[in-house]
């Protein structure tokens, strides 16, 4: 059984910082694309950073610059560090896998998410 486990969420002053992971199993890890998505009260999931197989990064426009995403191919995780937080980054966060190669090619996963709210 696949599996996404967030974790690194809570509540965090503006301009504070918070590293979120993403432990995946180890079937799917090295064969996919990882990404971070959100989702705030009221709003549609949005894209927020992807890692590639080959490490390579993107990221919205709205994190560009404050957000960093980063895989460990030896521990089957997937980063997020997140600094200068600000109140609208607030929503709930989900690990993606986008699965590229071997037998589960084509299949996409999503963690549970976790909370981050950004408040004073």
């Known amino acids: 059984q696949v599996q996404l486990v967030e974790s690194g969420g809570g509540l965090v002053q503006p301009g504070g910082s918070l590293r979120l992971s993403c432990a995946a199993s180890?079937?799917?890890?090295?064969?996919?694309?990882m990404a971070w998505y959100r989702q705030a009260p009221g709003k549609q999931r949005e894209w927020v950073a992807r890692v590639t197989m080959g490490d390579n990064t993107n990221y919205a426009d709205s994190v560009k610059g404050r957000f960093a995403i980063s895989r460990d191919n030896a521990k089957n995780t997937v980063y997020l560090q997140m600094n200068s937080l600000k109140p609208e980054d607030t929503a709930v966060y989900y690990c993606?896998?986008?699965?590229?190669?071997?037998?589960?090619?084509?299949?996409?996963?999503w963690g549970q998410g976790t909370q981050v709210t950004v408040s004073s």
């Open positions: 993606n896998a986008n699965v590229l190669a071997g037998w589960r090619r084509g299949d996409n996963y």
């Open positions: 180890r079937s799917i890890f090295s064969n996919s694309n």
